[in-house]
């Protein structure tokens, strides 16, 4: 059945469909319905490294305020950590240069109000809006 299908479009002279160039150096088949091509999606490697970091940041944000409440504060390394741990907060927000991406604030001790006024003196009316970071632990407002 397809054979017959090649055999016909070949009598048509049916020209092939064009093929394009990606970003990658690969190529695809052109659309006649001119569709815009599919942005990259991050890999999952990507995620799992940004999470990753994002973690790293937040332990190294939780660690420095031990120390200053361990050294300056007369607390126990154990009871420094635990109100370090406590008092951090972790928000999301988005610019006007960046509309579509998700930046983080380690925030230690403010609420999402507090963070969105000290966002607010920094960015102006570039800011967007500030959310809680969802399924973080550390956010709470």
């Not at 006649?32 to 999470?51: D, G, M, N, R």
């Amino acid at each position: 059945m397809l054979e017959a299908l090649f055999l016909r479009l070949a009598a048509e002279k049916v020209p092939p469909v064009p093929s394009l160039k990606t970003h990658e150096g690969t190529t695809q088949a052109a659309s006649f319905l001119e569709v815009p091509p599919v942005p990259p999606v991050p890999s999952l490697k990507t995620i799992s490294e940004a999470e990753n970091k994002l973690q790293q940041n937040i332990r190294e944000r939780i660690e420095e305020r031990a120390a200053i409440q361990e050294y300056d504060g007369g607390l126990s390394r154990a009871d420094a950590e635990q109100a370090a741990t406590s008092s951090i907060r972790v928000y999301c927000y988005r610019t006007t240069e960046k509309p579509k991406a998700e930046l983080v604030a380690i925030m230690p001790g403010l609420s999402l109000e507090e963070a969105q006024r000290s966002l607010a003196l920094r960015y102006g009316a570039r800011l967007l809006e500030v959310y809680a970071m969802p399924g973080n632990p550390y956010t709470k407002h």
